[in-house]
């Protein structure tokens, strides 16, 4: 059974929690607002893409114009919610927004799991009826980390229900296998989702969303090659790695890739300067501009260090601070952007106060100051404990900034480190510990200030790098293609 239309296109829905420019809390946003549209735009003559995610508290609907459609009932429990149908009439390809009392009174994500987890069941619940609403059967459901893993399973345990063979082919992207959901078979079962029966599945893992969904996935997908055979050992794996392992064929990575337009040294309009390659000296123009407003009377020969991201132990927030502090005695700057754990952000208040010579500590989220970071940053210290594929280090690269991080996950996959590669853009250390680190720190900081020659074609060698969407598209059009033809 084929829900393809009259047109011949195969129908996919991308589901998702959050994507810029609506919602956009972290790098699913960023890989929600820039992959659908690029796939839509090259293979319009093979597939029909739209893209449904809830209708946020405070969603940003600024160049917008979102239309209500329709209206649809999810029954669940004793109740019922009624769900209002949005579009954006104005995106590049259609992109849909359900509204209730559950799944708009808050932002994506909030501190209580309980309500998260209320808001995800039923908007992966209201899919089937949104998907007739809209008169859009789709042929492949493509969901992104716990929050819509429901829709996964809930798709096939209906469609075995029903005793036919399920249409539907699915493919469950992990941005961060960690934030596997809420285990509460309460609120489960009031939207009708029975724990997994699956044997093999960890038995704490059977009534949470990630890895229910993962049990019913016919493609699991991460966002590198490096963090998808990360994932299968007990290091990364969050103790579904031997579950894993049984299911390795369908485990793969295709990279992220990055908007090259938006991320354009040569075009950028928060640049105190824009500079391309052939210019490259006319970059220290935004580095002064930084040292003017943070440091003022600094030299220029002194290297700038920017952090720019979420303050979370997976980044690594600590083990920057204890390598800054390794490194006191040693002349550089460092602007940190970013919030997140308040212990993490007092710390940096803390040793920011100890050396405001030297460290500015900017708890705002600012996408403004994170361009002008890349462009007048000399390095980026990136000490994830785990990545699965990391953005900052591609926006920074395609600046002329270089990336010093751990290798693992996508950081690996992206930068190519100075000690063991013939033609290095980056400096790699293996474990993110405070030794490690700032010995690489120390080890970028020597090379920028005794080896301009070399900085600078390890700057251009990064910069020319193609971190671009249209080198993964291929591969995500050959996964749907894969998967669709299993399945006709
Ligand atoms: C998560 C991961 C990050 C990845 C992003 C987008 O935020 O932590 O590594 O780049 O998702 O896939």
Known sequence: MSFTGDNGLKKILYLTAESSPYSKVGGLGDVSGSLPPILADLYSAFFDIRMVMPFHKNMNTSNTNIKKLDELVVEYANTHEIIE??????????????????????????????????????????????????????????????????????????????????????????????????????????????????????????????????SRADQILTVSNGYAQELLTPEFGCGLHTYLQKKATKVAGILNGIDQTEWDPASDHFLAQNYTIDNLDQRMVNKKALFDKYFPGTSNKTPLLIWVGRLTGQKGADVLLDSLNM???????????????????????????????????????SNELAHKLYA?????????????????????????CLAVATATGGLKDTIKDYSSTENPDGFLFTAAKANDCSKSIALAMHVYQDNPGKWRQMQIDAMRKDFSWHRSAERYKAMYLKLLERHS
């Not at 009439?89 to 009174?105: D, E, I, R, T, W």
């Open 85 to 214: 149908v949005f579009q954006d009439q104005n995106a590049a390809l259609p992109v849909y927004f359900l509204k209730s009392p559950s799944l708009s009174s808050t932002p994506p994500y909030t501190d209580n799991l309980q309500v998260d987890l209320i808001k995800y069941c039923l908007f992966s619940k209201a899919i089937h009826s949104f998907c007739d609403t809209i008169n859009f059967l789709p042929d492949l459901y493509h969901a992104n980390d716990w929050h819509t893993a429901l829709a996964v399973y809930q798709t096939k345990t209906i469609a075995f229900k029903k005793n036919r063979k399920s249409p539907f082919s699915t493919i469950l992207s992990i941005h961060n296998l960690p934030y596997m959901g809420n285990a509460n078979r309460k609120i489960l079962r009031k939207f009708g989702f029975r724990p997994s029966r699956n044997l093999s599945l960890p038995k704490w893992a059977r009534d949470l969303p990630l890895p229910m969904g993962i």
């Open 327 to 365: 490194l006191l005695d040693q002349d550089w700057r460092c602007i940190i952007l970013g919030t997140g754990d308040p212990a993490l952000e007092k710390a940096i208040r803390t040793l920011a106060n100890k050396v405001p010579e030297k460290i500015v500590g900017l708890a705002e989220f």
């Open 376 to 400: 007048g940053g000399d390095m980026i210290i990136m000490p994830s404990r785990y990545e699965p594929c990391g953005l900052s280090q591609m926006f920074a690269m395609r600046y002329g």
